[in-house]
């Protein structure tokens, strides 16, 4: 990166941290981002990445810091659990109990415990992965039965759309369900994440304490 390109993403990244409260954690979604980009931000103090492909987070993680949180927030195969295992601090797209037992298996047999969130499909996209309200409540109170998993709370997308009513009804319906699972079937509840780049303040005004942002970080991928 050029000293310029350097300048204008701290600039960036100073923008983001004091649009966030302070309760409110970042991931910096870094997907299709390169090492080096990371690495500067990195830099900057910044400790938790979000990746969205598996085979992009394996190569990066072996080429920085141990220290970094990668967080795993996109769609996971299950034949693709076994690589991340090993060294991923929070799985936030658990959208099956298929994935979760595979999930239990993999980080029982790595002696890790792993940290999961429960996606919820929120959205008008059938194309969007998740547990619908139904199933995700009636998983919630049934005995936890995944011991090398610990539940943090839940996760979902919101609609792409500019109608910011359907995003914000999205949100306060994801947050319901998380302030009653918190309060009645999760005591390790503690985590909700919604909202990116184009939608967290509307997301973080529902109740999130966890946002994902990409672009507004590292800039728009068509202007490099």
């Known amino acids: 990166m050029t000293n310029v390109e350097h300048t204008a993403l701290a600039a960036r990244y100073k923008a983001v941290q004091q649009a966030i409260p302070a309760h409110v954690a970042l991931v910096a979604v870094s997907k299709t981002r390169s090492v080096e980009e990371i690495r500067a931000l990195y830099d900057l103090g910044h400790r938790a990445f979000g990746e969205n492909y598996i085979q992009e987070l394996v190569e990066k993680q072996a080429q920085l810091p141990m220290d970094i949180e990668w967080h795993h927030i996109g769609h996971l195969q299950t034949n693709k659990v076994k690589l991340i295992v090993p060294f991923v601090h929070l799985v936030q797209g658990v959208d099956s109990v298929k994935l979760l037992d595979e999930l239990d298996r993999r980080a029982g047999r790595a002696g890790r415990t792993v940290q999961v969130l429960l996606q919820v499909h929120i959205a008008q996209e059938e194309t969007k992965h998740g547990f619908s309200g139904e199933e995700l409540t009636a998983l919630l ?68 304490n966890l946002v994902r942002i990409g672009t507004a970080i590292f800039g728009d991928r068509s202007a490099r």
């Open 141 to 208: 109170d049934a005995p936890w039965r995944w011991p090398n998993l610990v539940p943090r709370g839940l996760m979902g997308m919101a609609t792409n759309t500019a109608e910011t009513k359907v995003v914000a009804t999205e949100f306060a319906h994801l947050s319901a369900l998380f302030n009653w699972a918190k309060a009645n079937a999760a005591n390790t509840f503690d985590t909700l994440s919604m909202g990116m780049s184009a939608d967290a303040p509307l997301a973080i005004a529902a109740g999130s």
